[in-house]
């Protein structure tokens, strides 16, 4: 997967791979930075003005141009798409994709695993899924903490198992036990997903063997 003479991995991990690669999927082509510079402005986007990990912050772009790294992300997302069953594959869609590709992901989980649930209302259902997904909020740069507090109640309450309560008539108590269950069996699924997907990853040379 290495584009060039680039022979050192990438990445440090198969999350920062596949997070790095749903990012690219929905950022404009057209973006005039230099790779490092598209990188950290990236980053920055997902921990704000707090200092990055480590593990976040050490890409091997070696001489690869924006060009070449788009290419690059969309091998990781081909590589996704192509060595993981259905359950799997739409786990890691739904953790790391944006916008449409995060949707159908979690629709996908729903309509697989909704049987499982003691719910069977359809849109509850997809509610419990969606609120394990939801993107956490985080504090942007310069924003003050009353209207940080605002946004993060907001989000709260979109996903809230109480407010589920309200708007479909279903007992917490039955929401909850259900959502512990998703978590537990999407959790499982996925970490089966990113072990595959660190095989292939580790034998390709896009990221070091975590093992060594």
């Keep these: 997967m290495n584009l060039g003479d680039n022979t050192d991995p990438v990445f440090k991990t198969v999350g920062q791979a596949l997070y790095l690669a749903y990012v690219m999927e929905v950022t404009p082509a057209s973006t005039p930075s230099p790779t490092e510079t598209l990188i950290r402005d990236l980053m920055k986007q997902r921990y704000g003005e707090a200092p990055v990990p480590q593990a976040e912050r050490s890409i091997n772009m070696g001489g690869m141009n924006p060009q070449e790294l788009r290419a690059q992300c969309a091998l990781i997302r081909a590589s996704v798409a192509d060595h993981l069953a259905g359950q799997e594959r739409d786990t890691i869609c739904s953790r790391f994709g944006h916008q449409m590709t995060r949707a159908v ?8 695993y909704g049987s499982l649930c003691n719910t ?4 509850a259902v997809l509610g419990l899924i969606w609120a394990i997904y939801a993107p956490g909020i985080r504090q942007f740069p310069g924003e003050n903490p009353r209207a940080f507090n605002l946004r993060r109640k907001k989000r709260e309450n ?3 198992v109480r407010g589920m309560e309200r708007v479909y008539g279903i007992g917490r108590s039955v929401l909850r036990r259900d959502q512990d269950m998703l978590r537990k069996l999407l959790n499982a699924v996925e970490m089966q997903a990113q072990s595959k997907l660190e095989d292939l990853f580790t034998r390709t040379g896009l990221i070091g063997d975590p093992n060594a």
């Design 105 to 112: 992901g979690v629709r996908n989980l729903r309509d697989h």
């Design 120 to 123: 069977q209302h359809q849109e």
């Design 158 to 160: 979109e996903w809230s």
